[in-house]
């Protein structure tokens, strides 16, 4: 299957090879629920992947196969993992964009049979579908009295309209500004940390991409991170590779979680901002996400990669710092002339114990790190 990025690439970037899946993320393997490594796209055709260390894509976190008890997986990933050679390497400067990707993960959930729907708690049923439908069906808070926040006030549809789809080459945000986005949580070892550091840096509008099995099991993060003015995105429930399942599924994988999180919250929660798994999506992805879900397509433009930093330190290999590969992909935005989005992993221990280093470099390099609620207004901070 074709899979298109939101913006074309150019086409001066290789396809990535896809790295050897790692084990187990630091972070429990329980919370784990997405395969963040796990990158189908990537592995049959993918679209152009690249990463600061042109290596590109992700490795996997077996942490769900393992969180499952599911054994003899790790073994699997790493039987697939000579077909995933390196890619030719690309010129740093070009390898801003790189798709959360990898490999064995492929198959894990199929081949486990226990998604991170399945493998969830009990509660991950809780969400009816007749409930999706009406929650769906009516824009208003259904009966709730819980306070909305002023920062999700400004969720708007004229917010989301002007924002548009946020693909690979967007040129909304300024050069120099770079908004923060984080995936895969919320993760109760990793989210904390980030959250408390962001407040630090007086750091807000990042978007938490978060996972609808993960919002689902830790409520507390979840509105932790919209009461410290931050953004929840749409990262699906499941994380699987949107181009491989059916767009009822895409469908159903978007308005699980939208429903998941206004149950948390209490309110309905413009879950609007959607991050396709692996950053692949498709015409027949987007039309869905579009037309029926009414979502934008966030994907990014500076890959930290922060996955393989925490590989590589698990494998006590040697590795470039996060802090120096988010420097080298915001540095590449400066010559296109743009800022971006920055992607990032709440989910990996590592991400979180270097956030503290990466703000204050690029601080003091003169970057600024705007809220996502800011990009396109005239006046961005
Ligand atoms: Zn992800």
């Not at 599911?70 to 995933?84: D, K």
């Not at 226990?114 to 929650?135: G, I």
């Not at 070892?189 to 630090?200: A, N, Q, R, S, Y």
């Not at 922060?306 to 540095?331: A, F, H, N």
């Amino acid at each position: 299957m074709r899979i298109e990025l939101n913006s074309a690439p150019p086409a001066t970037f290789p396809r990535a090879a896809v790295s050897r899946p790692t084990s187990t993320e630091a972070a429990p393997p329980q919370d784990s629920v997405c395969l963040s490594g796990a990158n189908p796209a990537e592995v049959s055709s993918g679209p152009a992947k690249h990463s600061a260390s042109g290596l590109a894509v992700r490795a996997g976190t077996v942490a769900l196969a393992v969180a499952a008890g599911i054994t003899g997986l790790s073994g699997l990933a790493q039987a697939m993992t000579p077909v995933l050679a390196s890619p030719p390497q690309a010129p740093l400067a070009s390898q801003v964009r790189v798709v959360e990707a990898s490999t064995a993960g492929v198959n894990l959930f199929s081949l486990a049979q226990t998604p991170a729907v399945s493998s969830a708690s009990p509660a991950s049923q809780a969400v009816p579908l007749a409930l999706l439908a009406s929650q769906q069906a009516q824009p208003a808070k259904a009966g709730t009295t819980q306070k909305v926040p002023d920062s999700v006030k400004q969720l708007t549809p004229e917010f989301f309209k002007q924002l548009g789809d946020i693909g690979y080459n967007y040129n909304k945000i300024p050069k120099g500004q770079f908004v923060l986005t984080f995936d895969d949580g919320p993760n109760p070892k990793v989210t904390p940390k980030i959250l408390d550091t962001l407040k630090e840096h007086k750091i807000q509008g990042a978007v938490f991409f978060v996972t609808g099995a993960n919002a689902q099991r830790y409520p507390d993060l979840l509105k932790r991170i919209v009461a410290e003015g931050h953004v929840l995105g749409n990262h699906t429930w499941s994380h699987p590779d949107l181009t491989k399942v059916s767009q009822a599924t895409v469908l159903s994988e978007l308005k699980k979680t939208d429903a998941a999180v206004d149950k948390v919250l209490g309110y309905d929660y413009p879950l609007k901002l959607v991050r396709p798994p692996y950053g692949a999506t498709n015409k027949s992805v987007l039309g869905t996400l579009h037309d029926k879900y009414g979502g934008k397509s966030v994907v990014w433009q500076v890959d930290s990669l922060d996955w393989r930093v925490q590989s590589d330190l698990r494998q006590g290999k040697k590795t470039t710092p996060l802090t120096d590969r988010i420097v080298s992909g915001v540095k590449a935005m400066d010559k296109k002339g743009n800022g971006g989005v920055i992607l990032m992993h709440d989910i990996h221990s590592n991400t979180a114990k270097d956030l503290d280093k990466v703000l204050d470099t690029l601080e003091a390099k003169g970057y600024k790190m705007i809220s996502i609620l800011d990009v396109g207004k005239p006046a961005s901070k």
